[in-house]
């Protein structure tokens, strides 16, 4: 899907690339600057590149800018605000914008992203900033983004791939990267030993281990434990696991076939009165009413 907006000697143009997932071409060629506005949310990441020219990002009313100049890039994301497209475009200038939601992000990097939140109250110091200066790959395959002469019913394919190829690219850092500057992307071997501590909790979830028994089972330091499972599925690991158990819960109780007490012992509650609070907090409801709005 396309959408182009001819603007005085210049256009905006903006492509869906797939579900929460577009790219704006920017490009003002005339001798004035030109106002960029788009309403972004808290659940985007953003990835702009100037191919020429200069461009300056406004934030909260005018009182903080980031300027981006050819060549250059900058990675925008706070999951506490709204970060809205407010740019200033200056003169003869070119800029490229990649936009996609934080879970099709993470999709990007894991088949894991179903288990991601994102918005929990302890993310919401999350946010980064970084700008980097453009590599000559990617200078290439922007270039190629921006003008290209393809028959109308391969232009959509095309500009998919090149985006992909694009934020392949971006993250295709050398060994001097500190992949910790960004919270998604660790160690492949990190996010296995992370993976096997979520699937260690779930299969004991009745008797969980501590978080310093397991960060030596999967062989991760504690810290790396902590941050890495927040990474990959935008949790603690205790949070992630009582979501988990109260969604298996729910899933028994739809059966029929078990009774409030036989659950919560199931999902590691001792005595029902701490299960039927726990449910109450997660839904709202206590498992009784829940199975009487079922037969309702």
Known sequence: MET???????????????DGFFVLKLQNESDTQQKVERQIDSTHIQ?????????KFIFNDGRYALDISDENSL??????????????LSPKSWMISVVMTLR???????????????????NKDKKYYAQEVVSPAIAVVLSQIMNYHLHPSIKDLYLKAKVYELMALYFNKNEDFDREQ???LVDEDNV???????????????EPPGLQELSDEIGLSLKKLKEGFKQIYG???????????MEYARKMLETGQYNV????????????????????KKYGTTPKKYIMSLGG
């Open 47 to 55: 990835f702009h590149f100037c191919l020429k020219g200069h461009a």
């Open 192 to 206: 296995k030993r992370i993976r096997r501590a979520k699937e260690i909790v779930i299969s004991r979830m009745a």
């Open 261 to 280: 007490n036989e659950v919560g012992l199931k999902v590691g509650y001792s005595t029902s009165s701490h299960f039927i609070a726990s449910f109450k």
């Open 235 to 245: 949790d603690t690991v205790y949070s992630f696991l009582f979501d988990y158990k």
């Open 75 to 88: 990675l925008l994301y706070n999951t506490q605000l709204d970060l809205p497209m407010n740019v200033d």
């Open 4 to 18: 182009t907006k001819n603007v005085a000697s210049g256009s905006a143009e903006e492509v869906i690339v797939d």
């Open 104 to 122: 099709k992000f993470h999709s990007l990097f894991s088949k894991e992203a179903d288990y991601i939140h994102f918005l929990t109250s302890e």
């Open 182 to 184: 960004c919270p998604f």
